[in-house]
């Protein structure tokens, strides 16, 4: 089994660490006494982060880098080794993100969004489990509901997390083949309040971009990736909402074709373009350090009864065996109080007259 450390002993590197769900876990791990080796392109954003964490008592060291260029994961790995030794976990998290229809969408930019989110999770992933296969800990990769699920006006991001969740699977095979000791873990979040709208690239005509509802906060994703780094566990879905469309669409594929081409402009495209300072970081990065968007609507959500049921299965069974069991004992007694007590619960015919008892 591999062997993970709790957070308070832990080195984790973090990747897409200055916005969303990235600063969300940095801010989280921090709390819990984690060190952490802290990655993104906007290195003003990340020295003013390890500032912060390091005020309130945590060791953080920043590293600007673009995760897809392979040497900026070495780069994290070296400055990991020199500052603390070790690495226990690693977290490829940095996306990119793009709104628009395929055929409007330059090719160039698609490229650049898988060299991120595949590309990106993959060269970081190789160099994590060359560290973590002897001495154990935890990659844990940055999903999405997406990959079960393609969503129109987002094609090229559904299909780069496809690619994650199949390089993710194949990975974690591997892995077991060579008797490496690493915990490999998909974390699918659903739509997520972060300012992923706003870094979006925007090429569906409409000022703004948002998330179809019912979205979390990133805190909650936040979760399921410490509960990762601590705990082996195969895959987390973050949000009912998001699991509850994939498997509408695996049930029913035509069907839910039809109701998401219905839905995909009004739940996607918004009259809101929120903050000019973070539109579009596809190629450069953009305004950081901001956990969820400046965009109008109804509060995240912050908690997620799916992701509690997957990360405490085991209070999930003993909770449904006490229901079962005191729904049996509810049934048992009101037999009884049906039917007399004295002599159990079943109702003895009556003799006809006249005849002999036994």
């Not at 994703?221 to 705990?231: E, P, Q």
Request: with cysteine; glycine share 10%; net charge positive.
């Amino acid at each position: 089994m591999p062997h993970l450390k709790q957070l308070s002993r832990q080195v984790i590197v973090l990747t897409g660490a200055s916005s969303g769900i990235g600063l969300a876990t940095a801010r989280m791990a921090a709390e819990q006494g984690a060190k952490l080796i802290l990655v993104a392109r906007n290195r003003d954003a990340l020295e003013t982060l390890a500032e912060e964490l390091r005020a309130k008592g945590t060791e953080a060291q920043a590293l600007a880098g673009d995760v897809a260029d392979p040497a900026t994961h070495e780069r994290a790995a070296a400055l990991a080794l020199q500052h603390f030794g070790r690495i226990d976990s690693w977290v490829n998290d940095a996306g990119a993100f793009i709104y628009g229809r395929v055929d409007e969408t330059p090719i160039e930019d698609q490229k650049r969004l898988f060299d991120v989110v595949y590309w990106g999770t993959l060269h970081g992933s190789l160099v994590a489990l060359r560290h973590l296969k002897d001495r154990g800990g935890a990659l844990v990769n940055i999903g999405s509901v997406l990959s079960e699920r393609a969503i129109a006006l987002q094609g090229p991001y559904s299909a780069a997390k496809f690619a994650v969740k199949a390089i993710t699977d194949t990975l974690r095979m591997e892995a077991r083949m060579d008797g490496s000791r690493a915990s490999i873990t998909l974390i699918k979040p659903g739509p997520i309040d972060t300012p992923y709208m706003e870094h979006a690239r925007n090429l569906t005509g409409a000022p703004g971009t948002r998330n179809p509802p019912p979205s979390y906060h990133p805190r909650v994703v936040a979760r399921a990736i410490l509960h990762a780094c601590t705990h082996p566990v195969r895959d987390l879905t973050v949000g009912g909402g998001g699991a509850a469309v994939a498997w509408m669409g695996k049930l029913f594929p035509a069907l839910t074709d039809m109701a998401m081409v219905a839905l995909a402009r009004p739940t996607q495209e918004s009259d809101d373009p929120g903050r000019a300072t973070r539109r579009d970081n596809l190629y450069q990065p953009k305004e950081d350090l901001a956990e969820t968007s400046s965009l109008s609507g109804p509060a995240p959500r912050r908690t997620s009864l799916l992701l509690e049921m997957q990360m405490n299965p085991l209070a999930v069974a003993t909770a449904g065996v006490a229901g079962a069991a005191a729904l049996l004992l509810f049934q048992q007694s009101r037999r009884g109080s049906s039917h007399g007590s004295g002599r159990g619960w079943r109702r003895t015919a009556p003799r006809p007259t006249g005849m002999a008892a036994e």
